[in-house]
């Protein structure tokens, strides 16, 4: 009879997780799908804006534009790679992506030759949605 009544409540005491031992996530084996951290390294957006040109010259403009994002990525204040990226978005018929691209890179240049360029090609941009193009 005993038995009956201590088995119910040693049941209970041992359904209770110990408070010290919290569930952690297992770091991930697989080192490919860790999220890229990415830090300034003028060397690996240089490496990926060569990528990105080969691609570009082979008219595969979506691994272009993927190439040139991931250059803006490690190199913020890469004016090239937003360039380039604005001119793959462009060739996808990307734009709102074109529009973006082309204003940072705006931002960025410092060649006033260039910069003419591109603001002749954000004026042939369609203006997006519910946007008054006088306004600006």
Do not use: C, H
């Amino acid at each position: 009879m005993i038995f009956l009544i201590a088995f119910p409540l040693a049941a209970q005491q041992q359904k209770q997780p110990p408070a010290a031992a919290v569930e952690q996530e297992p770091p991930e084996e697989d080192p490919d799908l860790k999220p890229t951290e990415y830090a300034f390294n003028p060397l690996e957006a240089s490496r990926n804006i060569t990528a990105g040109n080969f691609y570009f010259k082979k008219a595969n403009y979506r691994a272009a534009a993927r190439r040139y994002n991931e250059a803006a990525k490690w190199d913020p204040t890469s004016a090239e790679a937003q360039l380039k990226l604005g001119e793959a978005s462009e060739k996808m018929r990307d734009t709102a992506g074109a529009r973006e691209a082309y204003e940072k890179y705006l931002t960025l240049a410092s060649d006033p030759k260039d910069i003419d360029i591109v603001k002749k090609r954000l004026a042939k941009l369609p203006q997006p949605r519910g946007q008054n193009p006088a306004k600006k």
